[in-house]
């Protein structure tokens, strides 16, 4: 099944006001220059939903307020065909061209810009990102460069031209080349001559780990290592790039709290105690930490929680198909 909306398609009496409606929920879409535009047509290739978007004068924000709203948790690969593509989040501001790939958290804010552009963008579900890289915390607002991500590009490519979603194809052997070339675009550099340290299996275990383990305040990188079974001299350098073992501790800890406070199971606990069971030393340290990845504090993001989700009614099959990526 496919969906196809355009702007300039005569059944359309308010291209702006249509497209906008289309984003209902947790982005703000406007027009942002004389040459309005807006064709997207959108199908899905289970677990992927995939856009093939074509935009001019295009803006997208997604506040925090926004993020909250509708609590999607996935990430969004973005890649730009033709065309500029400028981006800001709270990390800084870029820009993308054509071959280059930006990655999105959409449990984050961000903003972008589309001029005259052909943009592909693949919603991943978080569980895919996390499997394809340690380093998922620092992926929000990436600009993979061509030579970074250009077999992810021409498998993105290939998939949206080859319309692989459709009968006749396979799409768990398409989905696990995807994951392929993903995990090798999200490597971060090293030299070439170095040996690969963060190898699948040693990351797999790795986290299975710290995943088991978060809970315990006694949680260091020398007991990660003891546990996983690497060294301590192999489990710096697969982390240095992300900013070392403790930060990545505290990073899941945090996604850990986040998927806490959305369970209705824990509507009667504090946040103090959902802090603990998430591994922190102190409420006031879980504060800190969520506000610096979320931008706001865990007991805003709870009372948001309880604000009515847009209405499926009237909404197009693909915001459904969004909603199940969480």
């Known amino acids: 099944m496919r969906y196809v909306f355009d702007s300039a398609s005569a059944d359309v009496f308010d291209p702006v006001g249509q497209h906008h409606d289309l984003y209902a929920g947790g982005t703000d879409v406007r027009q942002a220059g004389p040459r309005f535009r807006a064709r997207i047509e959108v199908c899905r290739l289970d677990p992927l939903v995939v856009f093939d ?37 709270p990390g800084g501001q870029a820009e993308a061209g054509p071959g280059e790939i930006v990655l999105f958290d959409l449990t984050r804010p961000q903003r972008t810009l589309a001029q005259d552009a052909r943009i592909l963008t693949f919603a991943v579900p978080r569980h895919l990102m996390e499997r394809a890289t340690i380093h998922v915390a620092a992926l929000h607002g990436t600009v993979l460069g061509q030579q970074q991500s250009g077999l992810l590009a021409d498998i993105m490519m290939s998939i949206v031209s080859r319309r692989l979603d459709e009968a006749g194809t396979d799409p768990a052997s398409v989905v696990r080349i995807f994951e392929t070339a993903l995990a090798l675009a999200l490597r971060f550099d090293r030299d070439a001559a170095d040996p690969p340290i963060d190898t699948p299996a040693m990351l797999d275990r790795v986290r299975v780990v710290v995943e088991a383990h978060l809970g315990r305040r006694d949680l260091t990188p020398a007991l990660v290592a003891k546990l996983a079974g690497v060294s301590r001299t192999q489990l710096y350098a697969a982390f240095k790039p992300v900013g070392g073992v403790s930060r990545y501790i505290q990073e899941r800890r945090v996604t850990r709290l986040r998927s806490l406070l959305q369970s209705p199971e824990n509507q009667g606990s504090s946040i103090a105690q959902l802090a603990f069971q998430a591994g922190f030393a102190s409420a006031s340290h879980a504060n800190r930490s969520f506000c610096e990845v979320y931008g706001t504090t865990p007991g805003r993001f709870r009372l948001a929680q309880g604000e009515p989700l847009p209405s499926e009614a009237g909404q197009p099959p693909f915001y459904h198909w969004l909603r199940s990526l969480n």
Do not use: N, Y
């Open 53 to 89: 978007r074509r935009l001019d004068d295009v803006l997208h924000e997604r506040t925090i307020d926004g993020a909250r709203r509708d609590g999607f948790s996935h990430f969004t690969l973005q890649l730009v065909v033709s065309g500029r593509m400028r981006i800001e989040h």
